[in-house]
């Protein structure tokens, strides 16, 4: 695919503090995705709240931003930069939460930038579970039998059609955080208020365990 010839600057979102499930994978793929892109000739703007990662040597982007990863922070330097597009899907969870939130906020829609790589309709379809499960029932693909709940009354209600044990699986979460297996009604109501609270929409798929997998 020849590269696009009316995107002349791309702003790419970093990945943030170094933690488990998001770690080295993500500064390595920024940095080759920087240096291919301007080998390809377009100007590359890098944001990350964390210095200690190859992406963000000074060498290796146009320009470089050490700020935080919120998106007051992130509109001014869109409105300094103008960046033609973003690339949110090399920061993984981080970004891809952030670039949702700039499209929700229409702050791409202002200042003129193309989210680049996924679109947010797409990152929301594999990052909601919901969503996700219905995508894959119109695909013909079997699921495991769950409920989505975003509240305790609606998981008390919901969760006995399904039965013990439970696998509670919090939405837009890093590496799996706020899951659980539950086994009995005696830990449910705990875990799944954890799960709440820890899903930053506070959403969380209620699903069938199935054993030894």
């Known amino acids: 695919m020849p590269p696009r010839k009316d995107i002349k600057k791309i702003l790419v979102i970093g990945s943030g503090p170094i933690v488990v499930g998001q770690a080295c994978e993500f500064d390595y793929s920024g940095t080759q995705a920087i240096k291919a892109l301007r080998k390809l000739g377009y100007q590359v703007v890098i944001v990350n709240s964390n210095p200690a990662t190859i992406m963000t040597d000074p060498d290796v982007a146009t320009r470089t931003y050490i700020e935080p990863l919120v998106v007051p922070f992130l509109e001014r330097i869109i409105a300094k930069e103008r960046p033609g597009a973003c690339l949110a899907i090399l920061g993984g969870q981080t970004a891809l939460n952030l670039a949702c939130e700039l499209e929700e906020q229409k702050v791409f829609k202002r200042y003129g930038v193309e989210l680049i790589g996924a679109s947010a309709s797409a990152i929301r379809k594999a990052e909601d579970r919901d969503l996700f499960r219905q995508a894959m029932t119109q695909a013909g693909i079997r699921t495991a039998k769950s409920v989505y709940v975003n509240d305790l009354d609606g998981g008390l209600k919901l969760a006995p059609k399904i039965g013990f044990p439970l696998v509670l699986r919090p939405s837009f979460t ?40």
């Open 174 to 213: 890093l590496g799996g955080l706020g899951s659980s297996i539950v086994y009995s009604q005696d830990k449910f109501l705990t875990e799944l208020d954890r799960a709440l609270s820890l899903s930053p929409v506070h959403r969380v798929l209620i699903e069938e365990y199935i054993h030894h997998w």
